[in-house]
């Protein structure tokens, strides 16, 4: 062996004897989990409540053929997720840590739906120009002025708390190659997660080969299991950052401690309704253990916002390397949005619009966007967007941007998959179709159905030519 061979060789002289397909790839652990049909006709068990890994399978002649379809599919979906959990957390950890090493403190842990409070509103300071173009519409449409009425002002909240670190943290990498190479990594490593998890949409059409009348010959077996107790589904959601959307399952009203950290059981005082989407209840002690880890843990949520208020803290000083967002800047975007909502606005409706009655329609646009960029973290994804130098930003926040995607088509497949399956019934975990589509429902704050809605939000504010 020459020397360039031994350096690509790793493995110790005896292993090269030993180590076969199997013992690496590990597929005979992995067809056995399948739990091929051994057992007699008479240990074949009325209800799999009582199986644990490894057990037998019932006999062939008592198998439902189309189970084996069924748990199959489950499996496939399972080693896939493994696949994204492992991406995911790589990111989220190596970022954290950069972070630890840069700032001697925690990555902030990002809470969207306790944002507000303290919010100011435009007219507080500054924003001459938008001030302007609400001064001009007023004029102009004096029936609509209440429309113009509570406009919050442009980036009053961001991770305030942390904000000496966030500004040491872009101080320190700011011209970094080297973070500069971690970013090309993790967009690869996010964009990789996002493909994984679109491919398993295909997993859906072999299922549906399965008629309504096959899934229901087993379909009592499963009862009241289901795919809502699957702990993997669980920790994707929460490395995304879907915390407020899983806090609810996992620490329930007026639920007790209990043997895991964090997590909260139901308790007779408990809602009724929440009994049924306890995770407690759904998951294996396993499932609670890493469910209940990872709720404690950072998430890719965090990770994007950390960075957005970072890129902005720059961006405010007018620091090289972060896009011009100093206060001028900030102003002739903001007035230009509001521009655009008002031309809009009058576009569509014509004369109509001037009417008083159209002030609701034209407040509610108004306020969405005030809302939106009362964000620190949008306006900064938006500013990121249209400036060139900050091209492998762009690209890591648009494979964050695909992966939330990704998810939410993930949920409309299976939606869809499971109305054709079993229409309205009730699911087998009791929550059926109702449920799920509140998981994607758009009148839910987006923090609930959207891991980056500063990401989607931006998206709506670019405007062209301003840097490029
Ligand atoms: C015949 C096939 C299927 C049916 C009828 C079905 C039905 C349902 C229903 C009704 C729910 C809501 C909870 C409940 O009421 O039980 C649910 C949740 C869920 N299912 Fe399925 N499902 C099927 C296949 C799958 C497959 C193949 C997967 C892949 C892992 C899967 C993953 C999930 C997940 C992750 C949830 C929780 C979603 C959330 O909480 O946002 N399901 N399923």
Redesign the pocket.
Known sequence: MDKAEQMTDKRPDHAIDIVKYSSYINDEAIVKSLRLPRVTREDWPTTPAGWSPGDEWPTLDDWDHNEVL?IR??QA??VW?AQITHELASVVSDFSQTWLNNTASELPRVDLADRGGSEQLLDSEGFELSKRAVAEAKENYPGLTSAFDGLLRPGCRGISRDLDQIVGFRGSYGESDEFDYKLVGYTRRIQRASKALLC?LE??EV?AT?TTEE?LRFRGRLQPS???G?TQ?REI?LLAGLRELTEPKLRPVNGAECEYDGMLKPTPETPFHQHGTSLYNALTPWGCERVAKRFGQNSLRDVVYTLLNALYKAGAAGEKGAPDMRHAAVDQFVAMNIGEVLKEHFRFAGEAAKEPTAAGNLSGRLHQLAASLANIETLSAAFTEMMKDTERISQFLAACLEFDSALLQW?DR?IR??ES??GTR????????A??KQ?VAAEKAMCFTHAFPCLWEARTFVQKGIYR
């Open positions: 069924f599919t489950h979906f399972e997720f398993t997993f859906f299922l399965m899934f289901s795919g809502f699957s589904f959601e949920r299976h998959f499971v399956m079993i009730r699911g087998t975990g009791g929550g059926g179709i449920y799920l998981t």
